[in-house]
C-alpha cells in the first residue's frame, strides 16, 4: 500500500466502510504497474441500506433552504481547493494524468460546487395571472428525489462533482457509483461534503460491480432519477433499465469528434492547439478531436505541423513536470488501441508518428497520427477513447460537413478558420451538442455539457444542468 495514496471505503448512512470487511479490488496506478490500494465492493445488504439512507436523507435536505444548501456546497468547495495539492497526487497516482492537470481538474470540481451552489438558490418558479381573481396559482420547482449516479474514471473529479453538485442544490439526495479504478478522488469528494457538514445519507458512495450496482438502484423504487457518463452500449443499457422503471435519464456517452480545419486557418496554432487538445489526458476524453478533416491544398503542410507539435508532448510518468502525456488508465484502453493502429496499418493507413506501445511499465502507448485511413477502418467509426488522431483530406466545406456528421456520435465538433462565414456555417451545421471554432477548450461549470445523436441527452453544467434534479409542481389556490 502506497502511502500517500489513502484507504478507500464506502460510505453509507455518513459510515466508512473499509475493504477489511468486504470482497474488494485491486487499484492500480497506470504509470508504474503497482497496486496501490483496494477498493471495497458493497454487498447487496451494504446497497439496501444505502437505498434506507437516501430515502431518510431525502427527507432532511429537501426540507434544507437552499441558502443552508449553498452554504455547505460552497464550503465543500473551500476545502477541496484548501486539500487540492493532496487530492491531485490521488487523482495522478490512480488515473495516470500529469499533476498540472490533476490539480486543474480539483480546481474545476470546486467551480462546479460553487456554481451549482448559486443555481440553486435562482431555482425560481413563478405565479400565473389565474382566470378568477379569488384564485392563486403558482408554479413551483421541486427536487425530483433521490438520485442514482454513475461517474467514469476519466475524469475522476470532475465527472462525479458535476452530478453530485447538480443533485445536491436541487435539494435531491443521491447514491454515487464512481469508476472502480479511480475510487480515491471521488471518495475525498465525499470527505469534503461531509466535513463542510453535509447530513449523513445524503451522499452515499458506492463500488462494486457495476451492472449489479446499477440494476438494483434502478429498479429501486426509491430512485426517481438516473445519470450516467460511460460509453454508448453502457449508456443504451441503462436508459433500458431506467425506461422499464419510468425514471428519467441523463446521458453522458462517448463522441468520434471531427475537426474540420479549412485553407485559411492559422496552421501553425491550429496543429498546437489539436496536438494538446487530442492527447490531453491520453485521448481518453469524450470530446478528444479525432477526425481531423483538412482542406486538400493546405493538408501536408499541416500534418507536417501536427506530427511536429505531436512528438514535442513529453509521455511519462504524471509526477514528472515536464510530462504532458500520462498513460492510458487501463488494460482495456491499451487492448483497443492496439487493435484500432494495426486494422487501420492493416487496411493501408500511413502511420505518421507513433503507432506503439511504449515498452517498460506502465500503459503507455505513443501519441499516434494516422494518414490515408480508408474508410472501412475501425477507427473511423468506433471512439478510439486514446492518443489516435486521423487526419482526412476535403475538397470542399459541403464534404467536410457532410463526413463531419457521418457518424451517429454528437457529442463535440471543431472547426479552424480565420473566415467568419465558414465559422458560421460550421457552428450551425455540424451536428454536436458542443462546438469549438479555433479552440477545444469546452468543460467549464458555467456552460451546458452534453452531445446529441447518441452522444446523450441532456446537459450537465451552465444553467441547464440543475434542470433535470427538479419537477414542475403547479398549485392553485382559492
Ligand atoms: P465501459 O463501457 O466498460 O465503462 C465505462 C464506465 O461505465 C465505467 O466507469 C464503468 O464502471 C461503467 N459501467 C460499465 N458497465 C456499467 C453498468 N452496467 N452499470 C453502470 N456502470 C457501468 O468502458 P471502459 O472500458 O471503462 O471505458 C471505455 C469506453 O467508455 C470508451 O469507449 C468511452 O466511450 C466510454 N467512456 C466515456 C466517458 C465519457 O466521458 N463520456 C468516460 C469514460 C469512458
Given at each position: 500500500?502506497?502511502?500517500?495514496?489513502?484507504?478507500?471505503?464506502?460510505?453509507?448512512?455518513?459510515?466508512?466502510?473499509?475493504?477489511?470487511?468486504?470482497?474488494?479490488?485491486?487499484?492500480?496506478?497506470?504509470?508504474?504497474?503497482?497496486?496501490?490500494?483496494?477498493?471495497?465492493?458493497?454487498?447487496?445488504?451494504?446497497?439496501?441500506?444505502?437505498?434506507?439512507?437516501?430515502?431518510?436523507?431525502?427527507?432532511?435536505?429537501?426540507?434544507?433552504?437552499?441558502?443552508?444548501?449553498?452554504?455547505?456546497?460552497?464550503?465543500?468547495?473551500?476545502?477541496?481547493?484548501?486539500?487540492?495539492?493532496?487530492?491531485?497526487?490521488?487523482?495522478?497516482m490512480?488515473?495516470?494524468?500529469?499533476?498540472?492537470?490533476?490539480?486543474?481538474?480539483?480546481?474545476?470540481?470546486a467551480?462546479?460546487?460553487?456554481?451549482?451552489?448559486?443555481?440553486?438558490r435562482?431555482?425560481?418558479?413563478?405565479?400565473?395571472?389565474?382566470?378568477?381573481?379569488?384564485?392563486?396559482?403558482?408554479?413551483?420547482?421541486?427536487?425530483?428525489?433521490?438520485?442514482?449516479?454513475?461517474?467514469?474514471?476519466?475524469?475522476?473529479?470532475?465527472?462525479?462533482?458535476?452530478?453530485?453538485?447538480?443533485?445536491?442544490a436541487?435539494?435531491?439526495s443521491?447514491?454515487?457509483?464512481?469508476?472502480?479504478?479511480?475510487?480515491?478522488?471521488?471518495?475525498?469528494?465525499?470527505?469534503?461534503?461531509?466535513?463542510?457538514?453535509?447530513?449523513?445519507?445524503?451522499?452515499?458512495?458506492?463500488?462494486?460491480?457495476?451492472?449489479?450496482?446499477?440494476?438494483?438502484?434502478?429498479?429501486s423504487?426509491?430512485?426517481?432519477?438516473?445519470?450516467?457518463?460511460?460509453?454508448?452500449?453502457?449508456?443504451?443499457?441503462?436508459?433500458?433499465?431506467?425506461?422499464?422503471?419510468?425514471k428519467p435519464?441523463?446521458?453522458?456517452?462517448?463522441?468520434?469528434?471531427?475537426?474540420?480545419?479549412?485553407?485559411?486557418?492559422?496552421?501553425?496554432?491550429?496543429?498546437?492547439?489539436?496536438?494538446?487538445?487530442?492527447?490531453?489526458?491520453?485521448?481518453?476524453?469524450?470530446?478528444?478531436?479525432?477526425?481531423?478533416l483538412?482542406?486538400?491544398?493546405?493538408?501536408?503542410?499541416?500534418?507536417?505541423?501536427?506530427?511536429?507539435?505531436?512528438?514535442?508532448?513529453?509521455?511519462?510518468?504524471?509526477?514528472?513536470?515536464?510530462?504532458?502525456?500520462?498513460?492510458?488508465?487501463?488494460?482495456?484502453?491499451?487492448?483497443?488501441?492496439?487493435?484500432?493502429?494495426?486494422?487501420?496499418?492493416?487496411?493501408?493507413?500511413?502511420?505518421?508518428?507513433?503507432?506503439?506501445?511504449?515498452?517498460?511499465?506502465?500503459?503507455?502507448?505513443?501519441?499516434?497520427?494516422?494518414?490515408?485511413?480508408?474508410?472501412?477502418?475501425?477507427?473511423?467509426?468506433?471512439?478510439?477513447?486514446?492518443?489516435?488522431?486521423?487526419?482526412?483530406?476535403?475538397d470542399?466545406?459541403?464534404?467536410?460537413?457532410?463526413?463531419?456528421?457521418?457518424?451517429?456520435?454528437?457529442?463535440?465538433?471543431?472547426?479552424?478558420?480565420?473566415?467568419?462565414?465558414?465559422?458560421?456555417?460550421?457552428?450551425?451545421?455540424?451536428?454536436?451538442?458542443?462546438?469549438?471554432?479555433?479552440?477545444?477548450?469546452?468543460?467549464?461549470?458555467?456552460?451546458?455539457?452534453?452531445?446529441?445523436?447518441?452522444?446523450?441527452?441532456?446537459?450537465?453544467?451552465?444553467?441547464e444542468?440543475?434542470?433535470?434534479?427538479?419537477?414542475?409542481?403547479?398549485?392553485?389556490?382559492?
Open positions: 500500500m502506497n502511502q500517500a495514496y489513502g484507504e478507500l471505503f464506502l460510505l453509507i448512512d455518513g459510515q466508512w466502510i473499509s475493504a477489511k470487511q468486504r470482497a474488494s479490488s485491486p487499484v492500480v496506478n497506470p504509470a508504474t504497474d503497482e497496486v496501490i490500494g483496494h477498493v471495497p465492493h458493497a454487498t447487496m445488504a451494504d446497497l439496501e441500506r444505502a437505498i434506507e439512507s437516501t430515502k431518510k436523507g431525502f427527507k432532511v435536505w429537501k426540507n434544507t433552504s437552499a441558502y443552508e444548501r449553498a452554504k455547505i456546497l460552497r464550503k465543500a468547495a473551500g476545502l477541496l481547493r484548501e486539500r487540492s495539492e493532496a487530492i491531485a497526487t490521488t487523482l495522478t490512480e488515473q495516470g494524468k500529469p499533476l498540472f492537470e490533476a490539480r486543474y481538474e480539483v480546481g474545476s470540481a467551480d462546479y460546487f460553487e456554481w451549482f451552489a448559486e443555481e440553486g435562482r431555482s425560481y418558479g413563478r405565479v400565473v395571472p389565474s382566470r378568477s381573481t379569488a384564485v392563486q396559482q403558482l408554479v413551483k420547482k421541486e427536487p425530483i428525489g433521490p438520485v442514482a449516479a454513475f461517474s467514469p474514471w476519466n475524469f475522476p473529479a470532475i465527472t462525479p462533482s458535476r452530478k453530485i453538485a447538480a443533485a445536491l436541487a435539494g435531491c443521491i447514491i454515487i457509483k464512481p469508476g472502480e479504478e479511480c475510487p480515491g478522488t471521488a471518495i475525498e469528494i465525499a470527505r469534503a461534503l461531509q466535513d463542510a457538514g453535509l447530513p449523513p445519507g445524503v451522499l452515499n458512495v458506492v463500488f462494486g460491480e457495476p451492472s449489479v450496482i446499477s440494476e438494483f438502484l434502478i429498479q423504487p426509491v430512485i426517481r432519477k438516473v445519470t450516467f457518463t460511460g460509453s454508448v452500449p453502457v449508456g443504451r443499457h441503462l436508459s433500458e433499465l431506467a425506461g422499464r422503471a419510468l435519464i441523463t446521458l453522458e456517452l462517448g463522441g468520434h469528434a471531427p475537426v474540420v480545419v479549412c485553407e485559411d486557418a492559422n496552421l501553425d496554432a491550429t496543429a498546437s492547439i489539436l496536438a494538446a487538445g487530442k492527447f490531453r489526458g491520453t485521448g481518453q476524453i469524450c470530446l478528444s478531436p479525432t477526425r481531423i483538412v482542406q486538400r491544398s493546405v493538408i501536408e503542410e499541416f500534418l507536417a505541423k501536427f506530427v511536429k507539435a505531436s512528438q514535442a508532448l513529453k509521455i511519462g510518468n504524471g509526477f514528472d513536470p515536464d510530462t504532458k502525456v500520462g498513460p492510458l488508465s487501463n488494460g482495456r484502453r491499451i487492448k483497443a488501441i492496439g487493435d484500432m493502429v494495426a486494422d487501420a496499418k492493416s487496411k493501408g493507413a500511413r502511420v505518421m508518428t507513433g503507432g506503439e506501445r511504449v515498452p517498460g511499465k506502465g500503459l503507455f502507448w505513443q501519441p499516434t497520427i494516422l494518414a490515408d485511413v480508408p474508410a472501412d477502418a475501425l477507427v473511423m467509426h468506433e471512439e478510439p477513447f486514446g492518443p489516435i488522431a486521423v487526419v482526412l483530406p476535403f470542399t466545406l459541403d464534404d467536410a460537413i457532410e463526413e463531419a456528421n457521418r457518424l451517429p456520435y454528437g457529442l463535440a465538433a471543431y472547426g479552424f478558420t480565420e473566415s467568419a462565414r465558414n465559422a458560421v456555417r460550421l457552428g450551425n451545421e455540424l451536428e454536436a451538442g458542443m462546438i469549438g471554432i479555433n479552440h477545444t477548450q469546452m468543460i467549464v461549470c458555467e456552460l451546458p455539457f452534453g452531445g446529441i445523436k447518441d452522444s446523450g441527452q441532456g446537459s450537465e453544467g451552465g444553467a444542468g440543475i434542470q433535470s434534479y427538479l419537477v414542475t409542481k403547479f398549485i392553485s389556490q382559492v
